[in-house]
Every structure is written in C-alpha cells, then in structure tokens.
C-alpha cells in the first residue's frame, strides 16, 4: 500500500504537467500573434487597396484629360506610399518554406525543425517516422524540440511583426506627406478659394 502511495507521489512531482501547459500556452500565443499581424496585415493590403482604386479611377481620368496636373506629384506621393505599404504587408504574410530536401543527418542535433512543416515536407514518410521516434525515447527531446520549434516561430513572428512595423511607418509618413503635398497643391492654386 505504502509503495502504491509513494509510485502516486514520484507521477505527481514529474513536472511533465507544468510543463505541458506551459508549452500549451506559448504555442496558443504564437498562434494568436499570428493571426493578429496576419489580420493588420490584410488591413494594410486593403486598405491601401482601396485608396490606390480611388486615386486611379477618379485622377486618372483627369490627368489623362490635363486636368488638375498640379494634383499629379501628391497623386503620385499617395500611390507610391500605398505600394510600397501593400509590399510590405505582402512581404508579412509571405509563407516562409525550406522547399530544399532536408537531410536526416540535419535533425540530430535539432529535432525541432522537425516539428515545422515547411521542414520535413519533402521526407520520406518513413524517415519522418523513424526521426519521430527520438521523441518517444526520453522525454527531454520532446521538450528541447519544442523549445526549439518555438524559437523558429518567434524568429518568423518577429520577422512578420518588422515588415508590418516597417508598413505602418510607411503608411503613416507617406499619408502626412501626401496631405501636405495635396494641401500645398491646393492653396497655390486656389482651388479651395
């Protein structure tokens, strides 16, 4: 009885639990900080969007006419502005694949680009499932290719999260110079008098 309760106590100090949950949650929060540049992402492309379709449909038509010419550089400030902030929110998104075969002999050392798609796409499924195999063994490859697999995430999200840091100054300072460059344009010619 007493050996029972003593086999009870040596599962419940293994810190596999903690362990699991705290590896749980950083996996939950690397999801979500996706999905949150992901959507700014897509704010930036559509919005930008948007802006490029209205400066082409309404101006255009005008400028090819040579009308409101003195409109044509902050015209050209906004469009570029909006490029260059939809390249960059393109750049965010990119999927960032190893489309290269990866061989085995890679993996001894860092098990946790096996736990990345993008990595082990291109293996034989039996290579896969003989490299799977080293988690099985020790529970400490389990958690060191984990920690390692989320690394790899971080290092992408902090890629991600600098395109978009990098399209929202962009935006922002090309927006303001626009205006400007549009307000100058308006107040020399007169249009707004």
Sequence with gaps: MQEADNNKKKKKAKPGRAIETLYRITMNNHVQFNKIADNKANLLMSVNAIIISILLSTL?????????????????LLLLTCLLTIITAVLATLPKNNNSKIDLSQFENDHGKLLFFGNFHEMEATDFVEQMRVFQKEDKFAYDSLSQNFYILGKMLALKYKYLHIGYRIFLG???VSIIAFGIAFFKTGVGQ
């Design 174 to 176: 090309g927006l303001i």
């Design 60 to 76: 255009l038509p005008s400028f090819m006419k040579g009308e409101f010419l003195v409109l044509l550089t902050p015209s050209l």
